[in-house]
């Protein structure tokens, strides 16, 4: 499947049989990205942000890398890139690349949205982190815990297998970019809920 920034430059692709599960995230980090971006439609009406969750492997960007830039919200929390031409998020991954784990925005696949539900089905059907919506979410608990479990166990099984991810790191698993780290100050205010 395709991947693409808003603009343009930056495309990619990813391989959906790298994907452990599509599922909306509510936890405030992803709503202070979200809200940092400012791009619309980039969350739900309880706030939550769609994204699959896959192994880094699962993806290429094959144009645009240029672009690329690289934000974290704290010094710890995980890497957020996006397309600094547009603000199109792209990719999140943790710190350590020894956790070999990727969350892709769904609005950064460049696919019609049947053709995303067909592959991963729809959106918000597993929700995580769903005790810090803005409103009560209603996702389906087997859902929930069948995805939540399919997550964990591609990056258990990774873990075990020693993978390390170098998707936007280097030899020394350092990040391509410097990322630009928010101020506490700058993140509450991001993470306050209306
Ligand atoms: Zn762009
Ligand atoms: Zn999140």
Redesign the pocket.
Known sequence: MKLA??????EGRIDPRRVHARASCYCRDCRAFARWLGGAGLLDVAGGSDILAMAPDGLQITRGFE?MACMSLGPRGLLRWY?S??R?PLGNVPRDPKLYYLGVPVSAIAEPADVIEGAFGPRGHIAVNAGSATVPVASPPLARLAGTLRIVAGVLSARLRGRRNRLLFDTDGLPLREPLVLGRTQRDALSLDP
Do not use: I, W
Not at 5 to 10: A, E, I
């Open positions: 920034c808003r603009c343009g430059p930056v672009k397309a031409c547009c199109t």
